[in-house]
C-alpha cells in the first residue's frame, strides 16, 4: 500500500504507484450496487489512476480517475452480483504521476447501508 492513511482519506505523494486503498474483503449478497470513489489533486484534467471492483481475483469493473477542471476526480461504478459474493474490494490505484488525496469509497446500492452497519463498518 502506498500513501498515508488519515481518518477519512489516504494522502499519496508524487512518485508512488500501486494500491493506495483495497479492502474490506466483505460479502455481498445478490444485488445492484454502486460505489462511489473520490479523490481531490488541485490539477485540472490529470490521470490519478483507477479504480475497480475486485472479487476474489478477478476485477469486475474499472474506471479511470481523472480529475475535472477544480481538481476533483469522481467516479461511480455499477455493478451487478448474481450471487451471494466473497473477499469484495473496493480498490484505488495510483498511477505515481501526481500527489493527491483519496476518500474512502461509498458503497450504494439495495440493503448497503444496513449490509455495512450489520458488519461495523
Not at 449478497?29 to 485540472?44: E, L, Q
Not at 476485477?59 to 480529475?67: C, D, F, G, I, R
Amino acid at each position: 500500500m502506498v500513501g498515508v492513511r488519515n481518518k477519512d482519506h489516504v494522502t499519496v505523494r508524487k512518485g508512488d504507484s500501486g494500491a493506495v486503498i483495497f479492502g474490506p474483503y466483505m460479502p455481498l449478497p445478490a444485488g445492484d450496487y454502486t460505489v462511489k470513489f473520490r479523490c481531490i489533486d488541485g490539477s485540472a484534467r490529470t490521470l490519478l489512476g483507477n479504480c475497480d471492483i475486485m472479487a476474489s481475483e478477478k476485477v469486475l469493473e474499472s474506471k479511470p480517475l481523472v480529475t475535472d477542471a477544480n481538481g476533483e476526480a469522481v467516479a461511480r461504478i455499477a455493478f451487478s452480483l448474481p450471487a451471494m459474493t466473497f473477499a469484495l474490494q473496493f480498490r484505488v490505484l495510483s498511477t505515481g504521476s501526481e500527489s493527491f488525496c483519496a476518500f474512502w469509497p461509498e458503497l450504494i446500492g439495495a440493503d448497503a447501508a444496513d449490509i455495512l452497519r450489520a458488519r461495523g463498518l
